[in-house]
């Protein structure tokens, strides 16, 4: 069984910076894929990024790429997602999850079968 908790949410001034992070219990060999999806008040989860956890491959939505960047620290099972120059329309719950989705459906809420519990970022104007 594998458990994920995140952290790192907070609330931010448009422009500003976060980073999250995302503890994951368990070895590395049982979760190939960590990805953070987040979910704005009134509308479905959505990808943002995820992480091979073999070579750390990285995989970015169109929204957040060039201003998020996601990492691995294997020695601490955990996934971090530095995002810079925040905009309000970034506010959401973020949430992180751990799965083996094969590239087509790496998007895919369906393709995770581990999730935590979110962590809320708001970002003002």
């Known amino acids: 069984q594998v458990q994920l908790v995140e952290s790192g949410g907070g609330l931010v001034q448009a422009g500003g910076s976060l980073r999250l992070s995302c503890a994951a219990s368990g070895s590395a060999s049982s979760i190939p894929t960590v990805a953070w999806f987040r979910q704005a008040p009134g509308e479905e989860r959505k990808f943002v990024a995820a992480?091979?956890?073999?070579?750390?491959?990285?995989y970015y939505s169109d929204s957040v790429k060039g201003r998020f960047t996601i990492s691995r620290d294997s020695a601490k099972n955990t996934v971090y997602l530095q995002m810079n120059s925040l905009k309000p329309e970034d506010t959401a719950v973020y949430y992180c999850?751990?799965?083996?989705?094969?590239?087509?459906?790496?998007?895919?809420?369906?393709?995770?079968?581990?999730w935590g519990q979110g962590t809320q970022v708001t970002v003002s104007s």
């Open positions: 992480v091979r956890w073999s070579n750390s491959r990285m």
């Open positions: 999850a751990a799965g083996s989705p094969i590239l087509s459906s790496l998007e895919s809420n369906s393709a995770y079968r581990h």
